[in-house]
């Protein structure tokens, strides 16, 4: 149905900035709702920010007006721009979209990209 590919993971400073990016695939006019999840060790995966077809963005609250997240229906992709990171930034980050699907009773179902990892550090 749908395919979520990231890309943008790396090393980067406290401080700094860094760009993520995901490309869709497959029935991409059926996503509703795109965006990134994020997973440390030992902590809970959390949202980091949702772009959902006319709503306003949504971004975690540790997030702080630091990250913008971008969404471009004709390339069917979605952008992170992560800027003042921190070392509390540091997971693996993890591409997500809800869309429509004939194989839920629910109509609705999931897609994960397979995880890039963000490492803040010195």
């Known amino acids: 149905q749908v395919q979520l590919v990231e890309s943008g993971g790396g090393l980067v400073q406290p401080g700094g900035s860094l760009i993520l990016g995901c490309v869709a695939t497959?029935?991409?006019?059926?996503?509703?709702?795109i965006g990134w999840y994020r997973q440390a060790p030992g902590k809970q995966r959390e949202l980091v920010a949702v772009?959902?077809?006319?709503?306003?963005?949504n971004y975690g609250p540790f997030v702080q007006g630091r990250f913008t997240i971008s969404r471009d229906n004709t390339k069917n992709m979605v952008t992170l721009q992560m800027n003042s990171l921190k070392p509390d930034d540091t997971a693996v980050y993890y591409c997500?979209?809800?869309?429509?699907?004939?194989?839920?009773?629910?109509?609705?179902?999931?897609?994960w990209g397979q995880g890039t990892q963000v490492t803040v550090s010195s």
């Open positions: 497959g029935a991409t006019a059926s996503i509703n709702g």
């Open positions: 997500h979209a809800d869309y429509h699907c004939t194989s839920s009773f629910k109509g609705w179902c999931d897609a």
């Open positions: 772009k959902t077809k006319g709503v306003a963005a």
